[in-house]
């Protein structure tokens, strides 16, 4: 595990994010402007819709089939395991608890990319078939959470409207548009604009992203002061618990240790995009500071460093 | 202030809104209805009562304006008031203003 | 406000005006002409009684304000009024205020 | 404004300082000390007095807007007055607002 | 026609305009920034610049000098077909058509671009040459319907001002001054940039440019309904009739029918950068919901999808 | 010299400024967004400091050691030259000379940048550590000028506070975040990286950032008349003096001329980004006009034109 660990922390990418949060703890000024932040964000998801729509164009329906249905189940069980946790161990407010779940209920885009990269490093790619999964994965968990946390909360709120604001995210218009426009692109069109979309500009953009990510989950480190220990405990755990569970799952459907150790990675991710201002709508008594604090600061640090290779050796013990 | 009659100034109210982001539509949608005839939006960031930054969505604040008579802002920020204060980081304060041509901003009973 | 006499507060008139970017210049070009010192310009976006979105143009709106005496503020209102509010989006108002050492922004008359 | 008591208007001074970016934090840290609950923050360019443009030093201008008691905008005109007014490009304003459940801006004494 | 039709459908440029329209209709939050937008505007025209002006330096006086002619011609002349249909036709008061003309007597350098990366696809490259016939037709179109709507509308506003206003825009300046850039610079200097400004780098930023235009065109969509049908037939004929007029004197004046279509899509395309601030403030009374509706939601999308490709069926049938 | 200037001056790095500055002076409205430039300027000093780092694990120790205390000196004695020309032959207030002294103590990593660049393009690349003499030579000058100025104005201002500001400014941050990220990286994973960080992006990158500053200094060439001749002559004067000394100190070190060059061209530039905040709240007497009009409108240019080829004609002098 020795040299795993070490691919992951001596790449330009894991480093990028420590460098974001040293920086904003010694005090520096350094940020990323906010429009580029959201620009690159925007690319990082477009460019992994398109390359992944171009290589799902090669995959036969069969291959994915049961890996389609195991990410739906997934997408089913997350939310409810944190609900369960949030509310059982945590005694969280119903609010709150449904607020997370939400949160670890739909995934991380740039976690999936991290362990993307991770795999790749390895020598053990993960299929091409992966980002359909990531489409696939990132809403129902919102919408489930959500619509537990009406129940239980009495409340009239516009769930409707608000599942409605999902679908038509930018995250998933710009994965599922991506896929779409890389699926029926004629083959020589798509290699024209690759190399702006794959490669190193993918992997520079992300670098660069990822040292705004690290300033940005510093800005949230204070917060875990007063949002106690729980939290803390939660975040990791529910990221092992959850990285196990679809590294396993993606095992059974026949996945290859590269594309289970992915599948995992982004079952043990939480949202900190697409959920955020779902649950502020929905759910406005649940504190957001909870919620992004212990998917930013908690779980998405601890994917990035320590998740993906422990995620990677439990799928190659697997394999072998 | 000694306006020339041509000036036509009317007395009128300022309604100044700062709320979260994600609010943004679901207040200027509801402004018209109460009788605003338009409104002037802003971005902003901040820190209030509530020890949450503004930007704690992500996303920063916004700072909406809006010319009304005095029935109008009531009307407005009553709305803000019962719909949002208790669970949003939201503020909301009139001023009065002189307003050239205000009669454009008076609108339909 | 009971301001120590130190703190030399100056009643004024802060003249507050919205308009299309691209009048941006034209407009802040003539306020030192008629008097103002100096003022403060923010993006914005809007949406008035011309159905128009500011923003219909390409480029947003602009929000200027510029604090000045009662005097030179009808004169900017004026202009304003005179060559703009036929053909652009553009709204303007007027607040009373108290500037601290307010005499730097009475202008050479 | 005939505001029902339901929606409990304050009377309240909201004060508006316009600076360099480079004063923002420290100006934004002592507002607290001095009494202020919250702040709000716009991105701001300018031209005054000086001569200079707020953008002179890399950065825009910020304008930030506090509302306090009559007390308490004493005490932060009187700060910026007298740490930035001589070196700085700042200028800061008072206007009289209502403001909705304003008593939770009055901080405490 | 078929796989004409099919090589520009399914390429990611036209497919990413078709996900903007898709993605602002069915309510998504989905938006470049707009200073993301406002940079990719410039790298755009800046890099079209530089390359056309690389182009240029390898080509003689002899082999311009008359395609340069045909396009001045093209400049004066569209501004006037577009006044007399209005105006004849449309029955519009005098500043709207006059408005809407100097429109069309510009310019979509986006609408180019495409039509550059569809002759390149079809295997039926553009000359060099072309960005520079671009940077003459941009101009000469604004300023005469300028002045024919100050003539006619008897007011004495600042043409004279607009004119430099036009001459000193953005897009101009980044044009000819690419232009001139590419033309001097060494070549080894030129070569040490080109990947950035040049192949997937561009084709890429373009893709990226062309969501956010689909976004931007989607918004107007609604003002169809106001606008009314003749704007609609107005925005797809003039594009037709000047498509095949510069297609027609781009063949007359010796181009092959890669060049001649680019002149044809660049004649049949009309501004929505350069011209509608210099019309804001010269004919102010002129309504601008007419003009960029016409220019954005129709030509444009008419061209990328339809006009191009039947651009090309046309050169190549004058070719034959 | 002829040939030398020429490959200077007919670069695109160095056209697209000269673009830039006519594009202001004939009124255009032409302008990189400001979020643009602040997002180019992070990129361009995160991949120079990443690229210095991977070629720093390649350096010995031997080999740096004294290039190292050689530009520890120059930093030490660049304010003070510029200090005592300004006090003594400028006459200038304590506040205004101390202030000019930290910029002029400080550096532009543009300039350096640019000057990377020209001796690539004359086949004398610089050593791979010189980013590494780049961040050492950034801070020193401007504390030192920022103390003599506390003491002779007998100020009680925040020295240390703003010496903080300096070391976590973000120039800083990114050059040294960058070189420990590239010393640290395995080979492997910067390469991954690299065409995104190295080669045509960054040079391209730098281009359009040249643009903007092209713009932003001519906005202040007006200033100039206001400012007086003075500043204009020491402004091209301590460029040369400080140019030459530079060139002059790595020779003695054992620097090629391409290093030395590079070397000359940091001594001989004037910070405007790290020294304009620190001297604003340390120094709020001195006018950010008069220094920002040399460092920008003056010292700049000179060194992007004429400076560099001139250091780069006395390191091959001296070399001879
Ligand atoms: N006293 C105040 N003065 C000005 N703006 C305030 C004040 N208090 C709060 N705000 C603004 O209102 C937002 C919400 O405040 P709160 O609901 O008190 O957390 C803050 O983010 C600030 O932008
Ligand atoms: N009642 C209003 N209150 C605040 N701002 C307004 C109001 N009406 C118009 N505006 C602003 O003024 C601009 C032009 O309005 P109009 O000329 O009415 O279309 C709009 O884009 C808004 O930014
Ligand atoms: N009369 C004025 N009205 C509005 N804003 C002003 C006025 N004078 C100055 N300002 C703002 O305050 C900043 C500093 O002004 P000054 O200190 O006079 O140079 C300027 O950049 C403007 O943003
Ligand atoms: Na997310
Ligand atoms: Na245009
Ligand atoms: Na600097």
Known sequence: ?320 | MNAPPSLELHGLQLVTIVAETVLRDRITRRLQDLGATGFTVTESQGRGSRGLRTGDVPGQGVRIETLVTPEVAVRILGMVAERYFADYAVIAWVTEVQVVRGDKYVGPR
């Not at chain 1, 150790?261 to 909870?290: C, F, H, K, Q």
Request: charged share 10%.
């Open chain 1, 1 to 320: 595990m020795g040299s795993i660990l070490e691919v992951n922390l001596l790449s330009p990418i894991t480093l990028a994010f420590a460098l974001g949060i040293l920086a904003r703890r010694i005090g520096s000024d350094l940020s990323l402007p906010r429009e580029i932040y959201g620009g690159l964000g925007i690319y990082l998801l477009f460019a992994l819709g398109l390359k992944g729509g171009h290589e799902l164009a090669q995959a036969s329906l069969a291959t994915i089939a049961l890996p389609v249905v195991a990410t739906l189940a997934l997408g089913c069980v997350r939310p409810l395991t944190s609900w369960t946790v949030l509310r059982g161990v945590g005694r969280l407010p119903v609010a709150d608890a449904a607020g997370i779940a939400a949160h670890y209920g739909s995934v991380s885009a740039v976690t999936f990319i991290a362990a993307l990269t991770f795999v790749d490093a390895m020598g053990d790619p993960a299929a091409g078939f992966l980002p359909t999964l990531l489409a696939l994965l990132e809403s129902p968990g919102i919408a489930i959470a959500l619509m537990i946390g009406a129940v239980k909360a009495g409340t009239s709120r516009p769930v409707g409207e608000v599942v409605h604001e999902v679908l038509a995210g930018r995250t998933l218009v710009l994965l599922v548009g991506g896929l779409a426009i890389g699926y029926f692109s004629a083959p020589e069109a798509w290699e024209q604009v690759q190399p702006f979309f794959d490669g190193a500009v993918f992997k520079g953009a992300l670098t660069l992203f990822l040292l705004e990510m690290g300033i940005v989950a510093a800005d949230r480190l204070d917060d875990l002061k007063t949002t106690g220990p729980f939290l803390v405990a939660f975040g990791i755990g529910m990221a092992v618990v959850h990285g196990i569970l679809g590294v396993a799952v993606g095992h059974a459907v026949g996945l290859a240790p590269g594309s289970a150790t992915v599948l995992g990675a982004m079952s043990a991710s939480a949202s900190y995009i697409a959920a955020p201002p779902a649950v502020r709508i929905t759910l406005p008594e649940a504190n957001p500071t909870l919620s992004l604090t212990a998917s930013l600061a908690i779980t998405f640090p601890f994917n990035i460093v320590v998740g993906i290779p422990l995620y990677y050796r439990f799928a190659t013990f697997l394999a072998a």
